[in-house]
């Protein structure tokens, strides 16, 4: 089992900027990638940006250019850097880890990300 359990959400203006956090723990060797997504009212779960256990990037056209995902492997924990929010962005993000050699996806609980003048 994986437990995640993500930070850094909020309130900001138009063309501010968040940083999200995600900590994993427990059975962590077994993720091969990590990732967010978010969900909007009334709509569907969509994919921002995953990030491999190697390195490699994968953004939506969505968030290319304004979203950095990156990842500390001391310390277990995947950032979202955010810069020039927009309204559209308002969501709950959530934080997934997947174990691909099992198929097994893990859920963090969510973070409100509220853009608002």
């Known amino acids: 089992q994986v437990q995640l359990v993500e930070s850094g959400g909020g309130l900001v203006q138009p063309g501010g900027s968040l940083r999200l956090s995600c900590a994993a723990s427990?059975?962590?060797?077994?993720?091969?990638?990590m990732g967010w997504y978010r969900q909007a009212p009334g709509k569907k779960r969509e994919l921002c940006a995953t990030i491999t256990t190697s390195g490699r990037t994968n953004y939506a056209d969505s968030v290319k250019g304004r979203f950095t995902i990156s990842r500390d492997g001391v310390k277990d924990t995947v950032y979202l850097q955010m810069n020039s929010l927009k309204f559209d962005d308002t969501a709950v993000y959530y934080c997934?880890?997947?174990?691909?050699?099992?198929?097994?996806?893990?859920w963090g609980q969510g973070t409100q990300v509220t853009v608002s003048s």
């Open positions: 997934n880890a997947y174990a691909g050699y099992i198929t097994m996806n893990y």
């Open positions: 427990g059975t962590i060797g077994s993720i091969t990638s």
